[in-house]
T-cell receptor
Framework: GESVGLHLPTLSVQEGDNSIINCAYSNSASDYFIWYKQESGKGPQFIIDIRSNMDKRQGQRVTVLLNKTVKHLSLQIAATQPGDSAVYFCAENSEAAGNKLTFGGGTRVLVKP | GAVVSQHPSWVICKSGTSVKIECRSLDFQATTMFWYRQFPKQSLMLMATSNEGSKATYEQGVEKDKFLINHASLTLSTLTVTSAHPEDSSFYIC?????????????FGDGTRLSIL
């Protein structure tokens, strides 16, 4: 099935706090997962990815966690900054399906100064 | 690296006009590019997969005669919205996947805002 949402949940976070964004994916055969950040009027920007044979991956200020048992993905942003305000999308990739991406519904992050 | 350029960024035109949108991978080659459509406050919906040198693969419900896709080289794909009508107004975004093997993320252009009057 497809993971497409018709609403946009919002996460308000104080500047300097940590943010956690959650995502439930639909296809147990998905082999690769990506988090994207989309600012207003722009295309999605790659943040971090993780393969299905991993359960955690860290980047600069960001960590992605993957729980295949419950088909759950999360993105943690440390010390959230005003520039982190955007909509965040998780996306699942299936190589068997031609490497098409299926996007989650997105979460808007608002950073309060 | 991995920059995708999309042009134009904004188009306003009259109903019945055909509009061409270009998607270029600037610093890498891509045998596969993807075209998405996004409505306000919604997620990205895949319209079609563009394959270099062959026909595009359209998602269910997307009219191939309405949305013509050409992928003439490893760095360029075009989407033409033919005889556009107000209901075609949307934000169209392309992406490209690097040619090198293994699992790679798609890299996105900055989208084209299409407004049909």
């Amino acid at each position: 099935g497809e993971s497409v949402g018709l609403h946009l949940p919002t996460l308000s976070v104080q500047e300097g706090d940590n943010s956690i964004i959650n995502c439930a994916y639909s296809n147990s055969a998905s082999d690769y997962f990506i988090w994207y950040k989309q600012e207003s009027g722009k295309g999605p920007q790659f943040i971090i990815d993780i393969r299905s044979n991993m359960d955690k991956r860290q980047g600069q200020r960001v960590t992605v966690l993957l729980n295949k048992t419950v088909k759950h993905l999360s993105l943690q942003i440390a010390a959230t900054q005003p520039g982190d305000s955007a909509v965040y999308f998780c996306a699942e990739n299936s190589e068997a399906a031609g490497n098409k991406l299926t996007f989650g519904g997105g979460t808007r992050v608002l950073v309060k100064p | 690296g991995a920059v995708v350029s999309q042009h134009p960024s904004w188009v306003i035109c009259k109903s019945g006009t055909s509009v061409k949108i270009e998607c270029r991978s600037l610093d890498f080659q891509a045998t596969t590019m993807f075209w998405y459509r996004q409505f306000p406050k919604q997620s990205l919906m895949l319209m079609a997969t563009s394959n270099e040198g062959s026909k595009a693969t359209y998602e269910q419900g997307v009219e191939k005669d309405k949305f013509l896709i050409n992928h003439a080289s490893l760095t360029l794909s075009t989407l033409t919205v033919t005889s556009a009508h107000p209901e075609d107004s949307s934000f169209y975004i392309c992406s490209a996947r690097p040619l090198k093997g293994g699992l790679q993320p798609q890299h996105f252009g900055d989208g084209t805002r299409l407004s049909i009057l």
